[in-house]
């Protein structure tokens, strides 16, 4: 299955393929002149609509999904999550020969506290 940014980067590229067609046709006077008026003002206005919806129309296929902040925990990666129910949840942040966190949530998610930090 392809990811929503790709399908989005594709449509975007066949509406500029599309219009890169049409000004070579444009160019090349195939077209009659009051036809090529309303094809640079339609093709100008779906390429103009398309690009602002893509940067301000949020990509968010499932549900209420949203992108979370950890604490400032480095680079270490989260290598183990769970939740106890639908509120409680642990996090584990390790890196080889290096500190290792444990973080808590208390609110789905939405924020995290370091709960134990271990030095080797």
Same mark, same amino acid.
Do not use: H
């Given at each position: 299955?392809?990811?929503? !940014?790709? !399908?989005?980067?594709? !449509?975007?590229?066949?509406?500029?393929?599309?219009?890169?067609?049409?000004?070579?046709?444009?160019?090349?006077?195939?077209?009659?002149?009051?036809?090529? &008026?309303?094809?640079?003002?339609?093709?100008?206005?779906?390429?103009?609509?398309?690009?602002?919806?893509?940067?301000?129309?949020?990509?968010?296929?499932?549900?209420?999904?949203?992108?979370?902040?950890?604490?400032?925990?480095?680079? &270490?990666?989260?290598?183990?999550?769970?939740?106890?129910?639908?509120?409680?949840?642990?996090?584990? !942040?390790?890196?080889?020969?290096?500190?290792?966190?444990?973080?808590?949530?208390?609110? &789905?998610?939405?924020?995290?506290?370091?709960?134990? &930090?271990?030095?080797?």
């Amino acid at each position: 299955m392809i990811s929503p !940014a790709c !399908a989005k980067s594709l !449509a975007v590229w066949w509406i500029i393929n599309c219009y890169y067609n049409e000004i070579i046709l444009i160019y090349n006077n195939q077209i009659a002149p009051n036809l090529k &008026r309303l094809l640079k003002i339609t093709f100008t206005l779906i390429f103009t609509i398309i690009i602002v919806l893509g940067f301000t129309v949020p990509l968010n296929p499932v549900g209420n999904w949203y992108q979370q902040f950890m604490p400032n925990i480095g680079s &270490r990666q989260i290598t183990d999550i769970t939740f106890l129910d639908s509120l409680n949840g642990y996090a584990v !942040a390790t890196q080889m020969s290096d500190t290792s966190y444990v973080l808590k949530t208390s609110n &789905r998610g939405d924020t995290w506290q370091i709960v134990y &930090r271990n030095f080797f």
